[in-house]
Structure formats: structure tokens, C-alpha cells
């Protein structure tokens, strides 16, 4: 937990002593953002399956120039994943002919603050292209999941604790940069990020059959973002 509260406050300090420079900015932008391998997978026979569907991502960034070519990047980003129950559901339903299952879940959400840099190569006069990575302290919360038969002997199956982790989280990809006038520019963003987390004491209740276990999701995600920001 110490060496995250370190990279939060070495990131803002970091961020503070950067913005003294002139050359700056700040914007937000808003997405989507896509499950990949075994987070979006839906396999009740994967240890590692997510169940994450498609996805919101809203982001807060700020910038500032290190070099001519070369540019500071803080990053606070939050992201959001339906939990697809039907797939256990379904699978349930066939072993199980005789009964009926209904399923129910919460949303994956994650937090990160990325610090990064970025490189600034010239497309033209107002516009450029930016290869980017960043890294930082990542929040997890899992999602509580449970899926209930519906027959005359009515009993939960199956449920699952929602539980949050802290880790580490990590971006990589382009941005684009279109300047519109002296002050505002849109930026948009192609991204991969993703997380090394940790969940601690996961319920799991099957058939009434009860486990506590640490759960490491696979967490890697693609993300688009279109984005304003203020030059200052």
C-alpha cells in the first residue's frame, strides 16, 4: 500500500513542479472501452474468465512539455463493465433441465492514475501524432454476481462477494492532437490499458458450498477516446 500512496503523491508533485512551464494543458475525454482475453472471456471453466462486457471510460489529464519533442502526462481514468451472467446462466440450464435460472450481477469499475509521457511527432502545422505510455496505482472493485433457480425448491447456485484490490495499472498507445485556434485542441486516444491486481477474501457460495479465495483478474482493455482540451 506505501509504495502506491508514494507514486500518488511523487505523480502530483511531479505534476506541480511540471506545470510551472507555460507550455501546458488540461482536458477530459469520454469513450468506450473493450474487454480483451480472459476479461472478457465467458468460460465458467476459466479460473481467470472476467465476464466484462463493453465499457464506459471517462478520463481527467493534464500535460506539459518536457522537450521540444517530449511531454509530461498525468492521467486520471475511470472505467466501467457490465458482468455477463447469461453465460452461467445458460450453462446451468443445461445441466440442470428440469429448473429455470434467473442471473444478476453488478459492474467491474476501475480507477488508475497514470503517469506517462508522450512523444510529439508533426503530421502538419495544426496537427500531430503522439505515441504514449503510462503507468500507475490502479483500484479495482469486483462485481457481486449470483444466479438463483427459479423451480419450486428455490435456492441460490451461485454467489459472489464484491470485493475491491488495489494494483498496478498501465497504458499504452497514440493520441492525435488538432489544434482549433490558440487555446483548445481536440485530442483523441487509441489506447491498451490494463492492471496487475490483487483481490483479497472473494466469497464463493456454489450449491452451498462456501470458499474464500484471492482472485487476480487478467484485467487488459482497449479504449477510444474523444477528448477537448485547454492549452494554457
Known amino acids: ?71 509530461f502526462t498525468l492521467t486520471f481514468r475511470y472505467q466501467n463493465f457490465d458482468t455477463d451472467a447469461n453465460a452461467l446462466v445458460n450453462e446451468l440450464e443445461t445441466t440442470n433441465e428440469a429448473a429455470n435460472f434467473v442471473g444478476s450481477s453488478d459492474v467491474w469499475k476501475t480507477y488508475s492514475l497514470l ?27 469486483y462485481p457481486q454476481f449470483s444466479i438463483t433457480a427459479t423451480n419450486e425448491n428455490t435456492h441460490t447456485e451461485v454467489n459472489r462477494s464484491s470485493e475491491t484490490g488495489i494494483g498496478l495499472g498501465y497504458e499504452f498507445g497514440m493520441g492525435l492532437k488538432r489544434d482549433l485556434g490558440k487555446n483548445f485542441c481536440l485530442m483523441p486516444t487509441f489506447t491498451f490499458s490494463g492492471g496487475f ?34 492549452k494554457f
Open 1 to 71: 500500500m506505501k509504495k502506491y500512496i508514494f507514486i500518488i503523491v511523487f505523480s502530483i508533485a511531479t505534476t506541480l513542479v511540471v506545470a510551472q512551464k507555460s507550455n501546458y494543458y488540461f482536458g477530459i475525454s469520454y469513450g468506450k472501452s473493450f474487454p480483451l482475453g480472459d476479461f472478457a472471456a465467458d468460460d465458467i471453466n476459466n479460473s481467470n474468465s472476467g465476464f466484462a462486457e463493453s465499457g464506459n471510460k471517462l478520463d481527467v489529464y493534464g500535460g506539459s512539455a518536457l522537450s521540444e519533442k517530449l511531454n
Open 115 to 141: 503517469t506517462g509521457i508522450e512523444y510529439k511527432i508533426n503530421l502538419g502545422r495544426k496537427f500531430s501524432f503522439y505515441p504514449r505510455i503510462g503507468l500507475g496505482p490502479m483500484l479495482v472493485s
Open 197 to 230: 491486481v490483487t483481490i483479497s477474501d472473494v466469497d464463493t457460495t456454489v450449491d452451498n458450498v462456501h470458499t474464500t479465495s484471492d482472485y487476480k483478474p487478467k484485467i487488459i482493455t482497449f479504449n477510444l477516446g474523444l477528448s477537448i482540451a485547454y
